[in-house]
């Protein structure tokens, strides 16, 4: 196994702390070896952003997706899938920051990804989705839920379509547009979504999956209210 697999690897369980170094060596390497322009550095560099972003440091996690996100727009063009893939990593970094600035310019960069996804990729393509649902869930945190309905309903529309009901990105999708039924007040549309969510998770990542607890939580409070 290379050293950036194992890396990733480590990552992907949780153990960040050991997956940094080996994600820097293995970057630092293909720099001297290979550029910063090549398609396996640029790779590496959204890693680790990634991992950083993790880690909860986002200012270097933004250094790293910026500079693979302009290396890519260089080597690749902007039309390119591996494109499309970093301008969506900053997007959701810069998101995750959180200021109307970086939200502005999050949603700058959903709305290129979406287009230019559907262009290239079609309305159906998981990565078409993948951007489709970011800036519905951005306009949906910014509070434009009338916007970010159709949004997020085309998401898990296509998602059922393209991957069945019990794949994780369709349960994701699945809270999302529960989540925002619950904060326009269609509690009784809402319930139904986490239903079947919860009944979706439970079975497929188990109950004490992320997202089977978030739709167990949402679940409760919209029979609550109900």
Do not use: W
């Not at 949603?107 to 990804?113: G, Q």
């Amino acid at each position: 196994i290379s050293i950036s697999n194992l890396g990733s690897l480590l990552q992907d369980k949780g153990d960040l702390a050991a997956a940094e170094p080996l994600c820097r060596e293995a970057l630092e390497v293909q720099r001297e070896t290979l550029g910063s322009r090549h398609p396996h550095t640029l790779a590496s560099i959204g890693n680790l952003g990634s991992l950083m972003q993790d880690k909860g440091d986002l200012a270097t996690a933004e250094l790293q997706f910026r500079e693979a996100l302009e290396g890519q727009r260089e080597t690749r063009g902007n039309r390119h899938p591996d494109t499309l893939v970093a301008i969506n990593d900053l997007g959701m970094l810069l998101k995750a920051k959180g200021r109307a600035m970086h939200i502005y310019a999050a949603e700058l960069l959903f709305r290129e990804a979406v287009e230019v996804s559907r262009e290239t990729l079609g309305s159906r393509h998981p990565g078409t989705l993948m951007s489709i649902g970011n800036l519905g869930s951005l306009l949906q945190d910014k509070g434009d839920l009338a916007a970010a309905e159709p949004l997020l309903r085309e998401t898990l529309e296509g998602e059922r379509e393209t991957l069945g009901n019990r794949h994780l990105s369709t349960i994701i999708s699945i809270n999302n547009l529960g989540t925002l039924l619950k904060a326009k007040g269609c509690m009784h549309a809402a319930e139904l979504l986490f239903r079947e969510a919860v009944e979706a998770s439970r079975e497929t990542l188990g109950s004490q999956h992320p997202e089977t607890l978030f739709a167990i939580k949402n679940l409760a409070c919209c029979a609550a209210k109900g």
